[in-house]
């Protein structure tokens, strides 16, 4: 387990200069629908919401030192992710496929911290 983990490490070094690109890719996004739709859109709002989490994840996961939570987090951002590139899709937006990393990386430090979880829970 500890070797499938170690392939994974990687992702701990380049956390913080991913997130600060996927923030300012959402941010691009978020500009884009309020400049077409307005405040009053639930695209955007739902968009909003993924980013006070984005922008939240190292503070609740730092401050409290749970995988579990940091999981958790993952998992709700990567429904929301997907469900924000679905209704960008159907609004025929270009958009759509620039937060295709934003899901893809989710997945993967997803994948690293259910491996750590398990780590913890079967090997301890």
Request: charged letters at 15%; zero cysteines.
């Amino acid at each position: 387990m500890n070797d499938v983990i170690a392939v994974f490490s990687f992702i701990d070094q380049i956390a913080t200069i991913v997130l600060i690109i996927l923030v300012l890719v959402l941010l691009v996004v978020l500009k884009n629908l309020h400049s077409d739709y307005g405040w009053e859109d639930k695209t955007l709002r739902k968009g909003t919401i993924i980013l006070v989490l984005m922008l939240a994840y190292p503070i609740y996961t730092a401050f409290l030192l749970q995988l579990e939570i940091g999981f958790a987090a993952n998992i709700l951002m990567l429904v929301l992710s997907i469900q924000l590139i679905n209704q960008l899709r159907q609004r025929v937006r270009k958009e759509y496929g620039w937060l295709w990393p934003q899901a893809v990386w989710l997945i993967l430090v997803s994948v690293y911290i259910l491996l750590m979880l398990l780590q913890d829970y079967l090997l301890h």
